[in-house]
């Protein structure tokens, strides 16, 4: 089945500092990648579409200058958390999308993060 | 706005007993359907999509435009099975996903 990298799987960053996180799909070329934050016990809420070479698509409320996403190839897309803060603290996960694979996302790990 | 209802937080069932799991949903377009699985510590799976029409892992989820509902169906529940459960609604003009609250699934010996 297809695989979808994400990196780091937890990272612990003081206030203020930025953190990328990338998402790469291991053995497809994914059409589109999407970017989820998940609180504890919670659903996943759809921060951003990500298209290769075009800009994100930002949901209502997402701050884009916040989180920064880049989607330079069909298999990386990266999610910057710039100048984070305790309140951006939270699991990140990414998934992908393949073009006419019956519309199926495939989703990475996840990525813990802890700003203190 | 499309809108995804998954009324359990939790269910918790004994091992051999049937489970069902319940999905509504609203949407304005025609719908497309999955059911996704976490198990703990593991990343989100596909468990099936009412497209395919098929049973995997026992479970079966059968798509009710009337009724505007999915649920999810398993005879018999296996201990296994003991995972998070999301339904989740593809809105097919930017091919977003519109994912339920979740249901948290408790499989007792």
């Known amino acids: 089945g297809a695989v979808v990298s994400q990196h780091p799987s937890w990272v612990i960053c003081k206030s203020g500092t930025s953190v990328k996180i990338e998402c790469r799909s291991l053995?497809?070329?994914?059409?589109?990648m999407f970017w989820y934050r998940q609180f504890p016990k919670q659903s996943l809420m759809l921060m951003a579409t990500?298209?290769?070479?075009?800009?994100?698509?930002?949901e209502q409320g997402v701050e884009k200058d916040k989180f920064l996403i880049n989607h330079a190839s069909l298999t990386l897309s990266t999610l910057t958390v710039t100048s984070a803060h305790p309140e951006d603290s939270s699991f990140y996960i990414c998934?992908?999308?393949?073009?006419?694979?019956?519309?199926?996302?495939?989703f990475g790990a996840g990525t813990r993060l802890s700003v203190l | 706005a499309q809108r995804v209802t998954q009324p359990e937080k939790l269910l918790s069932v004994f091992k051999g007993a049937p489970v069902e799991l319940k999905c509504n949903y609203s949407?304005?377009?025609?719908?497309?359907l999955f059911w996704y699985v976490q198990y703990s510590r593991q990343r989100l799976q596909l468990l099936l999509r009412?497209?395919s029409r098929e049973s995997i892992k026992g479970f079966t989820a059968d798509l009710n435009k009337g009724e505007t509902s999915f649920h999810l169906k398993k005879p018999f529940a296996q201990e296994e099975d003991s995972a998070m459960y999301y339904c989740?609604?593809?809105?097919?003009?930017?091919?977003?996903?519109?994912f339920g609250a979740g249901t948290t699934v408790t499989v007792r010996a």
């Open positions: 989740a609604l593809l809105v097919l003009n930017d091919y977003k996903l519109s």
């Open positions: 990500s298209n290769e070479g075009s800009k994100a698509t930002y």
């Open positions: 053995d497809f070329q994914a059409t589109t």
């Open positions: 009412h497209i």
């Open positions: 949407y304005s377009g025609s719908p497309e």
């Open positions: 998934s992908a999308r393949v073009a006419g694979r019956w519309n199926i996302q495939y």
